[in-house]
C-alpha cells in the first residue's frame, strides 16, 4: 500500500498538506493532493478571483475526486481534513479506498450535534442570507477563533495569510446546521449501514471549534455496518488547525499506521 489521497477542506487549498506530503513521502509513499474544479491555482490567485468557490458544488466535486482516484494504480488510503472528512466519507461509501482517516471531519447527513462553538464558528457565513451564492471568507479573527484557537497572534496570522481562502457559501448553509431541516436525501448523505465500506478512522481536536469533538464523535457512531472497522481517536488540547500546528507529526504518523494497519 503505497499511494495516499489527501483531500483537502473548507478556507484552504492542497497547499494546507504541503508538510504531510513531504512527512509520507519521505517514508516511501506517493501523495496525491487533488485540488477542487477550479482550485488549481494558488491561494493568491482565488483570493483575487474567487469566482471559481462561489459556483463550485458538492456532486461536481465528487465526480473530481472519483475521476482522480480511478486513474490511480491501486487503491489509495484516503485521508481528508474539514469538508474533506466529508468527502472522503463520502468515496468510501462509493467504494473507493482500501482505508479511509478523516481529521476535524464535517459531517455527512443526519449528524445533529451543533455545539455553540460552531455555531459561532460558521456564524460569519451564516448571518447575512446573501453569502449563500457568494464566496464566503473569514477575517483573521473569525478565522483564529475557528482554526487557529490554540496558536499565538504570530502564528494564527501567518497560517492565515499564506493559506486561507473563502468557501463555497451554499455549502455552509447547505450542509451546516441546517441541513437536517431539509426533507429527503441531501448531497452529503452515506449508507451508515454499507457492509463494503473500507475502514474508516475519526481523528478529533479537543480544542477544535468549528468541528468539535462531539460532532466527529456522533458521526463515527452512526456507521453501524456489519463487519466494517469505525474508530475514533481524541487528541486533547488540539485545534482545528491540528493538521499543521506544532506537533502535526504525530497525527500524521497515527492517521498513515492505522490505515496502513487496517487497509483492505
Not at 496570522?157 to 447547505?174: C, F, H, L, T
Not at 451546516?176 to 429527503?184: R, Y
Request: aromatic fraction near 10%; proline fraction near 8%.
Amino acid at each position: 500500500m503505497s499511494t495516499i489521497v489527501l483531500v483537502h477542506g473548507l478556507w484552504v487549498t492542497p497547499r494546507s498538506w504541503e508538510e504531510w506530503v513531504t512527512h509520507f513521502e519521505s517514508k516511501g509513499h506517493t501523495v496525491v493532493t487533488p485540488a477542487y474544479p477550479g482550485f488549481e491555482v494558488e491561494v493568491e490567485a482565488l483570493r483575487a478571483d474567487p469566482s471559481p468557490i462561489a459556483r463550485l458544488t458538492v456532486p461536481e466535486t465528487v465526480a473530481h475526486l472519483e475521476k482522480v482516484i480511478a486513474e490511480l494504480p491501486e487503491k489509495p488510503i484516503i485521508m481528508g481534513h474539514s469538508f474533506g472528512g466529508t468527502l472522503t466519507q463520502l468515496l468510501l461509501d462509493r467504494g473507493h479506498g482500501a482505508a479511509g482517516v478523516v481529521i476535524d471531519s464535517a459531517p455527512t447527513e443526519g449528524i445533529r450535534v451543533t455545539p455553540p462553538s460552531q455555531i459561532r464558528s460558521l456564524f460569519p457565513i451564516l448571518n447575512n442570507p446573501a453569502k449563500r451564492h457568494q464566496a464566503a471568507g473569514f477575517t483573521h479573527e473569525q478565522w483564529r477563533y475557528a482554526f487557529t484557537n490554540t496558536l499565538s497572534e504570530e502564528d494564527s496570522r501567518a497560517a492565515y495569510e499564506r493559506y486561507a481562502i473563502a468557501a463555497p457559501g451554499s455549502w455552509v448553509w447547505s450542509y451546516g446546521l441546517i441541513a437536517n431541516f431539509k426533507p429527503g436525501k441531501q448531497e452529503t448523505w452515506v449508507d451508515y449501514r454499507n457492509p463494503a465500506r473500507a475502514p474508516l478512522l475519526f481523528i478529533a481536536g479537543g480544542a477544535d471549534h468549528i468541528m468539535p469533538p462531539s460532532v466527529n464523535r456522533s458521526n463515527a457512531h452512526h456507521y453501524k455496518g456489519e463487519g466494517t472497522v469505525t474508530d475514533y481517536i481524541e487528541f486533547p488540547g488540539r485545534s482545528h488547525w491540528t493538521c499543521a500546528e506544532p506537533g502535526w507529526e504525530e497525527i500524521a504518523d497515527t492517521a498513515l499506521d492505522w490505515a496502513l494497519r487496517h487497509a483492505s
